[in-house]
Structure formats: structure tokens, C-alpha cells
């Protein structure tokens, strides 16, 4: 269908537009006008991509200034899904007769996208890194063609990627034509014309209308700075299923030290030693080649060599010393031994028996009192140690890793004072004696690494399923958004079943909360809930713990009062751990289980991998339960750092956060089931506190539109009896008409819900007409912000 | 008391679905009907209008059918949502069933699988004989064995063994009742249903609790319906749906007629003076009635069914006549715009015989009917009134 949002004319690739797909789209060309940033939450399951992506498509192709689309999800799958969608998009707007040039990429990590027949078929992405680039390293190239000059063929014995050689001599000839590339269509296209698909993408990114990938790549400041960089200003810039994004943000910017990698780090610190003796014996030229470079203070032409992302500054580009580097680590052998004393250094602080935190000035002091080591060498650590392991010409670089780590540490322990808190943890649990020390560098604020992003781009919309409380994200991260908007989910059938299960059919309050939870009442309840559930729900249950620590212990009490066993004959139980290869074979053994009528119940964490990416939609997963809210580990040092740091700076009151966190959470593992209109499912919320009007109110609007007086403050047998109805009620057949989806055939104007949950071009017309009198109307009143622009303009 | 039947439906309290349509006061308001009663009704006129047009939506009909009933019997049926329990319901409406169906399919052969235990049995072979069935539901199906899960696939292998020997032209049906929401099953089922479909093997599947995707699937890809109850009366009404013919679908698109061969045996001659005889279907049982094979001329004891010497299908003309009826339906009434608010807005000749609702007509008399006669005339009468 074919409809106007002002003047701008969309094509949407069903015949029928939700009406909260249509409100988004409005919202969001409405910031963009402005340019200007906005959070917008929708609910999963409701085409938000296809959304968003119609919307800005039809934007880039009408307007003349041609924005560029940087479109950021968290995981490959994710990514690949939206690449599908854009491939959709445009080939409906193809049919439509809209034919433009269009260059639609997408961007991941080589391990996804090499094509090299041996080192494709490495399973882990840091080692397909490694020995990519020893295939690929300039100086590895070097060595080829003077090999290649001097002797004969025989004596050839480095080898070169064909694919990386053949796309690095075709220099700017190397383009694909245009189109949308999923993944597997690129691999596709560098196959056959023996193109790098990994590195042609990154040569293509500065061409490309639309450019998917993830978040690191404009958030990490090592990957940022080489991909990102050459982004105009005007480009927009979305972060889907962004409801994390804080966490995104502050990891990129930490680090944790281990025992295991100071040993490494000091192995590695003699290799170069040695590599350096070495090399000054034999040709000792290009030492002093270095040395007279460093000391020009030109900073090295090579950083941004494409291949070398490790080798990578860790802060951010605004705060990288444009100076030369200082002189008492110019002298390789120097340099080394500087590392060398800090790494002892290091290691010494890791004896101490007890917890250690302090602020990196603090922690900068002591460096000088013992060490002698200055703040200013220390901030040059990672680019020093770059420069000499070019200079070194070494390419194995996963053995390095360690100690790039250790310096990427340095650098940005004395780079960044706020913000920022070391903390080490000499046992990993209170109650250990043997010691297994952990020193945490941890950025506590959000705005830092994400403000480089607003501060470059004009538009950035965040958007996720959950975003509620969605005051807490501008805050958090540190911006003004021109539009902030929640959609309702319409529907004519109301296909989600929330229920707050507060007590158990004994009447017994239950609740996760640290005092009672280990209640043998409540655990007994909790054993109850899940009983009750496995009997009724069809095929898959999927079930939420606060922390693996908790589901433990309850499964392990489970076991012993017998419930387990009586779980056992309805279903089958699958535990999620923290391994992730264990993870996923019981993620494949559950779907198996779930197809074939078996039927399984999968026990898993809420902050684990399960309730992050894994959708359970349909059969997979007919209910839901949260066993207690799940509040992060409050006795967490970092997690105390962090509230305090939100408290002193952002004025967010540790609670609040820790509620917003605990919902935001929740809400992710309960929207876990509902993946669609079509898709049904019963999220059961066990704990008490629930049902108090503080949580509920941070509950995604969508979902607390589901949240009725009825399914407040249940015991176990209400919610039971509720949902079996539910189950009946939702296995009736439904005509297209009467729920509207947007997928398979219609027939139009049945006796149907169109109109509902569904709008034809012609209501979006109607509907369009009178907003526009809406906000002449309300255009006199003027008032500050979202609501006039699109009227003046 | 068949026209009281028809009736039913309005008579009780309602279906449990209604309730939730009472609860979703949105919904309600936006039909600009003004009060709720108005727009519950409607609601319920709907329901029966669609009932009625999926009936009668295909011409095309086997009338020779051969169906394996299968019912769970495992411990899942011994739930109490439906009163007494769900073995009992099932049962009754079973036994409810097979008359109903023999009464409108004369000519077809029904056998019974039972699965429980991970296992499945067969309790009655195929035969066209409704009385063996009902024994057999008597005898066989206490409700206090019941146990463990049911076995789908056993179930439905066993089906397809019985089903197998069944001869071309008739349709190939395994309707089944499930209870539970698990099935305990010794392969992957998805490898049989291929085979299936190879044997034109149709799987229906009466749900009694909830949605479970593997009998969604199965009857999805063998052309089956996978229907869920609401409640005693809504599985009532569904299993009252298979007695009616399936539309008869040809896997080679062949659309010719096909022929088979009938007898019409006679009765024997009444005798003054009651006499016991031996008949050739139930070799130990005295019987006092008995009909002989016009071909082989053997003596059988009830009608229809199968010569157990010759193998001639055996029926009576009357009851060849009664599964026409699935043949030449009466044509489906059309919605008119008039509103029959009282008895005197309609015309005198009019059938109507309650108030309230809309009126529809027959496409070829033009007459007159209120939703309650349409649904009598054709569920039960199979002739238009008005036509005659
Ligand atoms: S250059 Fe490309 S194809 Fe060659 S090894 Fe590296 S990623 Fe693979
Ligand atoms: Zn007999
Ligand atoms: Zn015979
Ligand atoms: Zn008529």
C-alpha cells in the first residue's frame, strides 16, 4: 500500500498498515524533520522493522540531502532479520515502479563472513581474526612479494588470502552493484568474484544507503574509530531492541584483569623482549626507523590500516593525546621493560587479601610511589604497544591479547578520572578461601561512551520493545529527545494473559525477596506454580529465576520435597547454565520436545542468554513464568558503585534504579513468548510485589494495558483456572479478518476488525486529514516541542 | 424433540466464550448496535449462520466412508473439567456419534483404537455394525483404566494398519479425541505423516484442553481439522460435525464417479412361530431376524454391512436413500434485510416461530424463515418446506 505522511509518500509492503505502525512512523518522521533524537517503544511482534525501515527509506529517497540509514541490533540473527526485511521493502517498492539506486549492507565480524575455504570453517570468531590477518597483515604482504621477487617459486612460503589480494589490487574498482546484500548474498557475491565479502562491506560502508550492524561498531571505541568514521553528520542512526543500551555502553568502556592474564601478559612481555634483541642484532634499522618516527610525533600512517582493529586506541577519539609519544618509552627495549615493571606492579596489587576500591587517581598515585611510572607514558601504552608490534612485524597476534588488554587498561585508567572506579575482589564468592583475584575497571556512566554519538549525528532513534520507564533512558544516557512515545498494542483478541500471581492456593505470600525466599513455604509454592502450569500449558513452558545462584538452590529444594519428579510426568525439564555450548543443546533438545507434543519446560535465568535473544514464539513457548522479580545481585560491588555514581550524578535514587532494572528485565523475559499478533501466550508474574502499583507502573504500556483487576493479586488456583480458559478461548480458530495480521491472504471488509487493527490507504488518509486539522488547530496554542513542528512546518 | 434441539443453543446459559465476549466491553460498544443484548445475540447469530454455511459449502461428498475412531485413555482423561469426568463425556458423545453416524452414513465402516500407556489397542474391528461399537464402548470403557500418556503415533500407525484394507473408494478418515497435552511417542511422528498422506489418511483431532502443536501439525498436513473444545456442548457440537460426509478430495484430481458394488438383500420370510437360527456374521448368537445375500445367499443379521462370505456390501434402499441427502443439500437460506421485531412484520405463509433476529429466505421459493427453522430444515429435514 501506498500512503502520504505530509508530503512524504511511504510504501508499505503489506496491503494494510497497523495502526500503531502508522503512528510510529509519523512520530518518527517527526523527529527526523527536526532533526532531532527520540525513543520510541513498540511492542514486539508488530513489524517495527518493516516500520521503521519503510519509513526511513521512503525519507532517504524523497529527500534530496540523501541521509545516510546506520542501523545498529545486538546479534547477528537480529541483524539478519533486518537485512531480510530492507531486502523485502525494496523489492516491493521494485514492484511498485520505484526504481532508484540503493546500497543496503550489513556488517558483522569476519567469522560470519569469510569466505577463505580454510579459515571459514573455524568455529570461534577470535580465532578466524587471527589467523585472518596473518593472511592479510601489510607486513606479511611485504614478505610475500619479496619472497615472490627473489627466489624462486618454490620458496614461496607465505601464504596470502586470494580474496583479500584480489579486492586490495582491484583498489576502486571493487564495488558491488547495487541492491540489498543479506549476509549470505554477500559471501555470495565475494565467492564469485573472489572479493573479500568482509573487507569489501567496510570498503562499501561509506557508499551504502543503508548500513546494519552492531552495536560495537559505533560504540566500541576500538571498532568505531575504524568503521565508523567516515559517517556524515546528517546520517541516521538507530539503535533497535535497545532497552540495554546502558550496559552496552559502559562495558565497551571496561575492562577486568585476571591472575591467568598478568601470567600471560608477563610471557608475552619476554617474547617481545626477546623479539627485540633479536631484531636489533639482525637488522636493527627498523628499530631506529620507529624510534625517529616516534619522535617526529607523527602518529602512525599505518593505524588505520583496515586489517589492524586490535591494535586499536581504547578511548574515545576526542580524548586521544594528539602529541608525540614521551621519551622514556620511545626505545622499544624501553617500552617493554616499562610494560614489564607494570605488569609486576599489577600483580602485586593482586596479592592483597582484601577488597580494594579506589578512583584511578588514587589508584595512578600509588603507580608512581611504587613504580615511578608516570600518568603520561601510561596513556601512550596501547599505541606504543601497537607501534612495536608493527614494528615487529608480528602477526599472531591472539597471543598478544592478554597483554593488549593490560595496556588497553593503562591507557584508560589514565585517560579517565569520572566516572570511572576500580575495584578489586580478591575471592569470586565472600565465602572463598582460596583467593581468585578480579580487578574491575569500570566505566559507571553510561553518557560517556554513547555521547560522541549524539554529539555527531543529528538524528538517533532508540527503539526496543521495552523501554519503560522510558523518563529513565534520556537521563541515563545522557540526551534530549525531541520525540519520547510508547505504542499500545492494538488488538482485537487479546492474545497475552498477565497474571500476578501473588500467594500460593495455601494463601502464603510469595515472593523472592532475600528474607523468605528459601521459606520452605514459598519455595514449596513457587514448586506449585510450576506444577500447576506444566499440566495445563501445552507444549512449552519456559520459566525465569532471578540468578543461576537462586534457581539452584530452588531446583536442588525441588528435588528434594519430590515436585521435580511430579514436573516429570507432564514434561520435560531443561536447565539453562552458564556454559553456552551446554545452553544451547538444551535450547534445541526443548524445541524438539516442544514440536513433537512431548512438551518441556525450560528453566532458565533472567539475565542469561536465554532471555535476551532467544525468541520462544508459538509452540515454544505457550506460557511464561518469572519466579520472583529479578533485581540484579545487590551485594554486587560494581552494581553498588554504579547506583552510587547514578545517585551523586544523575540524581537517580538507587532504588528506582534497581527497580527499572528488575522490570525492564522482566518485561524482556515475559515479552519473550509474544512474538507476534498471530502468537499467543500467558505471562505469569510470581511474586508479590508485583501486584504493587510501584512495579506495575514500569511495566511497558502494551503489557499494562494486558493487566486487569482480575489477574492482580491471584493465588496459584485462580491463575490457574483463568488460563485454562485463556488456552481454550486462544485455541479457536480466527479468521484473518477478525485479528488482522499482515501476512497470508485476506478477504477485506468481512465483518472483520479492519478498520480495528488493521488500516487500508484510504483510513490512513482519513486518519492523516484529521490529525492535520487536529494540529491546525492546536498549532495557534504553540506549544514548546514535539506537537507544532510538523504543523509550522 | 428434535425441534427442541435446534432450540438448545439458545436455551442454555451459553458458551463459555460468550462470557469473555461480556468482558470485553470495547469490543461490544463499537458495533453501534446500541445494548449489549443486541450485540450478544448477534454475535450468536453469526456463530450459527457460519456452522451452517461451512455444512453446506461442498457438493462433492463420499458417501462411503471408513473411519477409525481413535480415543485417549490416558490419565489426562480422567480430569473433571467436564462432569463427571472426560472419559465419561467422551464416551457418552461416542456412543452419540456412531449412531449418528451410521443413521447418515449407511454405507461406511468404523473400528476403534484406544491408546493409553504410551501403547495403543484396537478395541473393535471395522465393521459397518453400530450396535458392535456401542457394545464395546459399554464393556470395555471403564473409566478406572486409565492411565499414563497416549501414544500419537502409535495411535495413528495403528490406524493406518486398519485403514490400509479398506477398499479405494471410500474416504480414509482417523478421527481422534485427545486429552492430554503430551504424547509419549517411540519415533518421530513426523516421519509417518508422508505416509499418511500416501494412504489419503485424513487426521481429525478433538482437542480437550489446549492448543498442542503436534496434532496441529499433523491435521494441517494431512487436510485434516484440529478443533479444541470450549465445553461439553462445544465438543457435542463438533463431534456432531464429522457425521455429515467430508468433501471428497482425489489426490490424482480424477472426478469421474466411481462404481462399486451393492446388494439389496431380502428379509427372511417370517414365520409363524418365532424361530432362532444361526447367522453367517456371529457364528455363536441364536438371532430371530435375518437378511440372505442375493449373491451367495448366506444369512446376515443386520443391515449394513458386509457379506462375510461374498464380501457384497449389503444395505436396504432406505438406507441408501438417507446418505442422498448429503448429496443434494437444500440450498443454504440467504440473509434478507427485513427484521422480524414482531410476528405480524412477517407474512402469514412465513415459517417463523420465534421473534427475535433476522429473516432468510430460500433462493428458490422466496420464502420466509426465521434462523431456528432455517437451522431445522437443514440439519434435519433436508427438504425446503416452501419448495413442496
Ligand atoms: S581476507 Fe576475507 S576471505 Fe580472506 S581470510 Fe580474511 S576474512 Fe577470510
Ligand atoms: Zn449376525
Ligand atoms: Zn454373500
Ligand atoms: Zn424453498
Known sequence: MKFYLDDLPILFPYDYVYPEQYAYMRDMKRALDGKGHCLLEMPSGTGK????????????????????????????????????????????RHAQGAKEPFLGLGLTSRRNLCVHPDVSREKHGETVDARCRSLTAPWVREQHQQQQQTGDQMNVDVELCAFYEHLENADDSATIPSGVYTLEDMKEWGRENTYCPYFLARRMIPFANVVIF?????????????????????????????????????????????????????????????????????????????????????????????????????????????????????????????LQRFVEYLKTRMRVLHVVSENSNAFLQHVKEVTFIDKKPLRFTSERLGSLIRTLELSDLADFRNLQKVAAFATLVSTYQKGFLLILEPFENDQDTIPNPVLHFVCLDATIAIKPVFDRFSSVIIT??????????????????????????????????PLMVTRGSDQVAISSKFEVRND???????????????????????????????????????????????????????????????????????????????????????????????????????????????????????????????????????????????????????????????????????????????????????LARGVTDASLNLSTDMAVALSKQFLRVMAQPVGDAEQGTQGG?????????????????????DVAAAERIQQQKSAGVLQPGTVGIAALR | MDLLDADDDVKKAGYAWEDTYKR??????????????????????????????????????????????????????????????????????????????????????????????????????????????????????????????????NALSLART???????????????????????????????????????????????????????????????????????????????????????????????????????????KPRRRPVSFLCACHPFRPEQRGFTCPRCLSVVCELPTECPVCALTLVSSPLLARSYHHLFPVMPYVATNLVASTHSALPPSAFAATILGGVYACPSCRQPFCL????????????CPGCI
Open chain 1, 520 to 702: 520452605l513455604a514459598v519455595v514449596r509454592n513457587f514448586g506449585n506454580i510450576l506444577l500447576e502450569f506444566a499440566k495445563i500449558t501445552p507444549d512449552g513452558l519456559v520459566c525465569f529465576f532471578p540468578s543461576y545462584l537462586y534457581m539452584e538452590s530452588i531446583v536442588s529444594a525441588w528435588n528434594d520435597i519430590g515436585m521435580l519428579q511430579e514436573v516429570l510426568k507432564y514434561k520435560l525439564i531443561f536447565i539453562e547454565t552458564p556454559d553456552a555450548a551446554e545452553t544451547s543443546i538444551a535450547l534445541e533438545n526443548y524445541r524438539t520436545a516442544c514440536n513433537n507434543g512431548r512438551g518441556a519446560v525450560l528453566l532458565s535465568v533472567a539475565r542469561g542468554k536465554v532471555s535476551e535473544g532467544v525468541d520462544f514464539d508459538h509452540q515454544y513457548g505457550r506460557a511464561v513464568i518469572l519466579f520472583g522479580i529479578p533485581y540484579q545481585y545487590t551485594e554486587s560491588r560494581l552494581l553498588k558503585a554504579r547506583l552510587e555514581y547514578l545517585r551523586d550524578h544523575s540524581n537517580i535514587r538507587e532504588n528506582d534504579f534497581l527497580t527499572f532494572d528488575a522490570m525492564r528485565h522482566g518485561a524482556q523475559c515475559v515479552g519473550r513468548v509474544l512474538r507476534g499478533k498471530s502468537d499467543y501466550g500467558i505471562m505469569v508474574f510470581a511474586d508479590k510485589r508485583f501486584a504493587r502499583q510501584d512495579k506495575r507502573a514500569k511495566l511497558p504500556k502494551w
Open chain 2, 162 to 268: 486398519i485403514l490400509a484394507h479398506a477398499p479405494a473408494h471410500g474416504t480414509r478418515e482417523v478421527l481422534t479425541v485427545f486429552g492430554s497435552l503430551t504424547s509419549c511417542d517411540p519415533g518421530n511422528i513426523y516421519d509417518l505423516i508422508p505416509q499418511l498422506n500416501q494412504d489419503r489418511i485424513t487426521v481429525n483431532i478433538i482437542g480437550l484442553a489446549s492448543e498442542v502443536h503436534v496434532c496441529k501439525a499433523v491435521c494441517a498436513s494431512t487436510r485434516g481439522q484440529y478443533r479444541v473444545i470450549m465445553n461439553e456442548d462445544h465438543f457435542d457440537e463438533i463431534m456432531t460435525g464429522w457425521t455429515p460426509p467430508p468433501p471428497l478430495v482425489r489426490e490424482d484430481g480424477d472426478a469421474r464417479p466411481r462404481l462399486m458394488e451393492m446388494g439389496f438383500p431380502r428379509r427372511r
Open chain 1, 464 to 497: 526496543s520493545g521495552t523501554l519503560s520507564p522510558m523518563e529513565l533512558y534520556p537521563t541515563l544516557l545522557g540526551f534530549k529527545p525531541l520525540v519520547i512515545e510508547s505504542y499500545p498494542m492494538t488488538l482485537t483478541r487479546n492474545c497475552f494473559l
Open chain 1, 49 to 92: 522493522t518493516v516500520s521503521l525501515l519503510s519509513l526511513i527509506v521512503a525519507y532517504q529517497l524523497h529527500y534530496p540531502e540523501r541521509r545516510k540509514l546506520i542501523y545498529c541490533s545486538r546479534t547477528v540473527p537480529e541483524i539478519e532479520k533486518a537485512l531480510a526485511e530492507l531486502k523485502r521493502l525494496m523489492d516491493y
Open chain 1, 745 to 765: 491472504t485476506r478477504v477485506a471488509g468481512r465483518h472483520g476488525r479492519v478498520g480495528v487493527s488493521l488500516w487500508d490507504e484510504k483510513m490512513v488518509a
Open chain 1, 214 to 338: 552492531s552495536y560495537h561498531y559505533l560504540l566500541d571505541p576500538k571498532i568505531a574509530e575504524l568503521v565508523s568514521k567516515e559517517m556524515s553528520k546528517d546520517s541516521i542512526v538507530v539503535f533497535d531492541e535497545a532497552h540495554n543500551i546502558d550496559n552496552v555502553c559502559t562495558e565497551s568502556l571496561s575492562i577486568d584483569i585476571t591472575r591467568p592474564m598478568l601470567d600471560a601478559s608477563a610471557r608475552s612481555c619476554r617474547a617481545l623482549m626477546d623479539k627485540v634483541t633479536e631484531l636489533k642484532a639482525s637488522n636493527s634499522e627498523k628499530l631506529q626507523n620507529e624510534y625517529s618516527r616516534l619522535v617526529e610525533g607523527l602518529r602512525e600512517v599505518q593505524a588505520a590500516r583496515e586489517t589492524e582493529e586490535l591494535m586499536a586506541n581504547p578511548v574515545l577519539p576526542e580524548d586521544i593525546l594528539h602529541e608525540s609519544i614521551p621519551g622514556n618509552i620511545r626505545r622499544a627495549e624501553h617500552f617493554v621493560a616499562f
Open chain 2, 24 to 153: 470485553s466491553w470495547d469490543l461490544l460498544l463499537e458495533d453501534e448496535a446500541g445494548s449489549l443484548e443486541t450485540a450478544v445475540d448477534r454475535l450468536k447469530q453469526q456463530l450459527k449462520r457460519a456452522r451452517r454455511t461451512l455444512r453446506f459449502g461442498t457438493v462433492r461428498r463420499g458417501i462411503v466412508r471408513n473411519v477409525v475412531l481413535v480415543l485417549d485413555a490416558s490419565a489426562a482423561m480422567a480430569e473433571q473439567d467436564l462432569k463427571p469426568n472426560r472419559m465419561e463425556t467422551t464416551l457418552k458423545l461416542a456412543r452419540q456419534f456412531i449412531t449418528a453416524f451410521f443413521d447418515q452414513n449407511p454405507l461406511s465402516h468404523l473400528s476403534i483404537v484406544v491408546t493409553r500407556g504410551g501403547l495403543a489397542e484396537r478395541w473393535t474391528q471395522a465393521s459397518g455394525n453400530p450396535t458392535d461399537h456401542i457394545d464395546a464402548l459399554q464393556s470395555k470403557g471403564p473409566t478406572r483404566d486409565l492411565y499414563g500418556e497416549p501414544s500419537l503415533l
Open chain 2, 372 to 383: 431456528d427453522c432455517d437451522i431445522y430444515v437443514h440439519s434435519h429435514l433436508h427438504n
